[in-house]
């Protein structure tokens, strides 16, 4: 099994109160009185405290093209990635030469070559590094990273790999969208990055390195599902799609789902301690509370997440994770998040004993 040895959450330093960020983006997206309404309802109801935001916050008013905006992804989140893995390698007390593999994931931004190629360069990483550049999970990308970066270290246990996520969310914002569901989005996404650090089993017995263990996967995907959550992608740019059959899909597979794994490790939903839920919104944590019979409290790490930064696509469920890291030996936890397919990622951890 290989072994969890870092994680490190990043952020912009830039952070406003909810209401202060809806007070600059409804301009920019209606001059509607009335619709302003609805949307600072919708902002209002994200049960979000503050935000971080790559740029300052007056300079969305001058962001124009998609080609700006992806050019300042580029920039920007090459210079997050690098801040996140650096921390992650100072955690975990290794050096950038002794990576092996090196999964990269965005869905706010495009680029070729791709940010984790310049990464390389960077950070002093070897020029022999496997890359593995992801786009389209979204959300998801988180737990489904995780999930194949262990997938590659069961075949190379004497490796050492990172995952990094980098989600400049801001930089997508459509103006004149007076959509409901760019209302909602523009109330819920955040920036930031981070960066996971995972040995294969022989290399972190080899180094002593501790952390829990993945023990298993889950990957399933929705049919029927591929336009209730993603991307319209056009001359704008990046414009949302989202629906509300996002909470429906999960009430009717999560439970089955999670089951599914933990019956494969003579486990059941009982035997979970740790619960490391995406927080994707108030409406999907509560219906990942109400698929699993679960409490608040069991998803207390997620709600605080939320609260606190917003929903960082793929990144958040790592950020939830670095809250999370520290646990009693023998504890288990499963890590989980949904996104566009719609597809769902399960990550079942286990504390060494």
Known sequence: MSRIVAVAPALPENVYPQAEITAEL???ITDDRTRQAVMSRFHAASGIGHRHTVLPLERYRELGSFEQANELWIDEGTALAARAVTAALASAGLTADQLDYLLF???TGI?????DARLVPLLGLRPDIKRMPSFGLGCVAGAAGLARVHDYLLGHPDEIAVLVSVELCSLTLQRSDDSVANFVASGLFGDGAAA?????ARRAEQLGLPG???VGTRSELYPDSESVIGWDIGGTGFRIVLTAAVSDLIDAHIDEDVRGLLARHALVPDDVDVWIAHPGGPRVLEAFEHGLGLDREQLAASWRSLAAIGNLSSSSVLHVLADVLEQPDGATGLLFALG???ASEYVLLRWAA
Do not use: F, K, M, R
Not at 111 to 115: F, H, Q, V
Not at 196 to 200: D, T
């Open 105 to 107: 994931t965005s869905v």
């Open 26 to 28: 409804t301009a920019l």
């Open 340 to 342: 566009p397919g719609v």
């Open 196 to 200: 996971v650090i995972v040995a294969g």
């Open 212 to 214: 829990p263990e993945i």
């Open 111 to 115: 680029a070729a070559p791709s940010i």
